[in-house]
């Protein structure tokens, strides 16, 4: 079975501009997070999605958003790009929405976005 | 404010020898506790997890430790091997064991052959 999928890999843009990361989870799987993870902050809960809702939520300003489609692939954009946004973005899926107790978040390889 | 905290960023054990990799959180509201395990350019690997309503789990050389009333645990790995060596995270829950993850800054381990 396929892993966690996360395009492109790598990404370099410039301040003030906007971006947008993919994920495709494992087949079978519904639900989607987002995580930023930076040497200073580790790794930090964005959001989550299910069946193309927005469930939960972190404290991240409102340039960072995301969306689900029906076939439960997931795009996040941030919008007007600020150098503290360079991090390595990480999707993770799992089969069940969140608050279930024994799923699993498997994780992709991250898309490292780098701003100058 | 952290509230899962890896205070050692780096572990260095003999091949064989057990690791013990420590975790302490300030949350009492979280009820799941997981373990990842990252290799450079590779997102975390699930290891193993266990409910606040338990105090140990085990999965063939892993087993975790869960002290509710010190919230601390910890993860044992014996015995120890090269292909562990990798950077491992404690992550906490309060909705389970897939509801938005806090991470600690997680710890290096280095297995010496």
């Known amino acids: 079975k396929a892993g966690v999928t996360q395009t492109p890999r790598y990404l370099i843009k410039t301040r003030g501009q906007q971006v947008t990361l993919s994920c495709s989870p494992i087949?079978?799987?519904?639900?989607v997070s987002w995580y930023q993870q930076t040497p200073g902050q580790g790794l930090q809960f964005l959001f989550e999605y299910f069946s193309e809702t927005q469930r939960n939520k972190g404290n991240f300003p409102g340039r960072f958003s995301g969306r689900q489609f029906s076939n439960s692939r997931s795009e996040m954009n941030v919008s007007t790009l600020e150098l503290g946004d360079s991090a390595l973005y990480l999707c993770?899926?799992?089969?069940?929405?969140?608050?279930?107790?024994?799923?699993?978040?498997?994780f992709g390889p991250g898309t490292r976005l780098t701003v100058l | 404010d952290q509230q899962v905290k890896q205070n050692s960023p780096s572990l260095s054990v003999q091949e064989g020898r057990i690791s013990i990799l420590n975790c302490d959180y300030t949350n009492s509201m979280f009820d799941y506790f997981l373990w990842y395990k990252k290799y450079p350019a590779e997102g975390p690997t699930f290891l193993i997890s266990?409910?606040?309503?338990?105090d140990k789990n085990e999965d063939g050389r892993f087993t975790v430790f869960l002290n509710k009333s010190a919230k601390h645990l910890s993860l044992h790995i014996v015995p120890s091997q090269p292909g562990d060596s990798a950077v491992y995270f404690c992550a906490a829950s309060e909705g389970g064991s897939n509801y938005k993850l806090t991470f600690g800054k997680g710890t290096l381990l280095t297995v010496n052959p």
């Open positions: 266990i409910s606040s309503i338990k």
């Open positions: 993770a899926s799992s089969l069940s929405p969140s608050g279930t107790s024994t799923d699993t978040q498997y």
């Open positions: 087949s079978g799987h519904r639900s």
